[in-house]
T-cell receptor, first 113, second 114 residues
Framework: AQSVTQPDIHITVSEGASLELRCNYS??????LFWYVQSPGQGLQLLLK??????LVQGIKGFEAEFKRSQSSFNLRKPSVHWSDAAEYFC???????????FGSGTKLNVKP | NAGVMQNPRHLVRRRGQEARLRCSPM?????VYWYRQLPEEGLKFMVY????????ESGMPKERFSAEFPKEGPSILRIQQVVRGDSAAYFC????????????FGNGTRLTVT
């Protein structure tokens, strides 16, 4: 069955510290992988996506993610977190049929000054 | 280029009333998806539509919920005889439905059932 697991519900980091948000997926075919960010009261904004090719993908706002097929993971990273990064982050997986995308339950990021 | 537009942003209904949520996809997008987000939960897929066709409604509750995407006009998610458990944020997303095309989301409609 297709699914996405984000094991960390809440994460708190200090401003300027590095960040890694975990995402594991289960998908029966070649996955398309996405990270979205949601600010309070807003919709989801696409941070980055992976379809094929280089397993390290760069996104907006200084985020990057690495696809590791052997671990079924697509972790999101940022070298230095800014206070404005405080939000909820969702990992998603989809496939070529585009019938549906599966989302994880999200990770809420809190940034300490 | 306008993004995905959802209205209303907030909707309050009493138990038993009907709720109609509208979604206008991004220009050029012919694929629309509806998701529901309950408090402290992720997004749950409800339905996937193309113009005039329901492609996948496996996430829709069997009763009271329906969706359409007519040839002209926005996509509509309709909830009849709402109950308190329907209170949630409902997000619409659209895509061009081809390889390398991600979902683009609207800002959601927050439904409160009193």
């Amino acid at each position: 069955a297709q699914s996405v697991t984000q094991p960390d519900i809440h994460i708190t980091v200090s401003e300027g510290a590095s960040l890694e948000l975990r995402c594991n997926y289960s998908y029966g075919a070649t996955p398309y992988l996405f990270w979205y960010v949601q600010s309070p009261g807003q919709g989801l904004q696409l941070l980055l996506k992976y379809f094929s090719g280089d397993t390290l993908v760069q996104g907006i706002k200084g985020f990057e993610a690495e696809f590791k097929r052997s671990q079924s993971s697509f972790n999101l990273r940022k070298p230095s977190v800014h206070w404005s990064d405080a939000a909820e982050y969702f990992c998603a997986v989809g496939g070529r049929d585009f019938n549906k995308f599966y989302f994880g339950s999200g990770t809420k990021l809190n940034v300490k000054p | 280029n306008a993004g995905v537009m959802q209205n209303p942003r907030h909707l309050v209904r009493r138990r038993g009333q009907e709720a109609r949520l509208r979604c206008s996809p991004m220009k050029g997008h012919s694929h629309v998806y509806w998701y529901r987000q309950l408090p402290e939960e992720g997004l749950k897929f409800m339905v996937y539509l193309q113009k005039e066709n329901i492609i996948d409604e496996s996430g829709m509750p069997k009763e009271r919920f329906s969706a359409e995407f007519p040839k002209e006009g926005p996509s509509i998610l309709r909830i009849q005889q709402v109950v308190r458990g329907d209170s949630a944020a409902y997000f619409c997303a659209s895509s061009i439905g081809q390889d390398n095309s991600p979902l683009h989301f609207g800002n959601g409609t927050r439904l409160t059932v009193t």
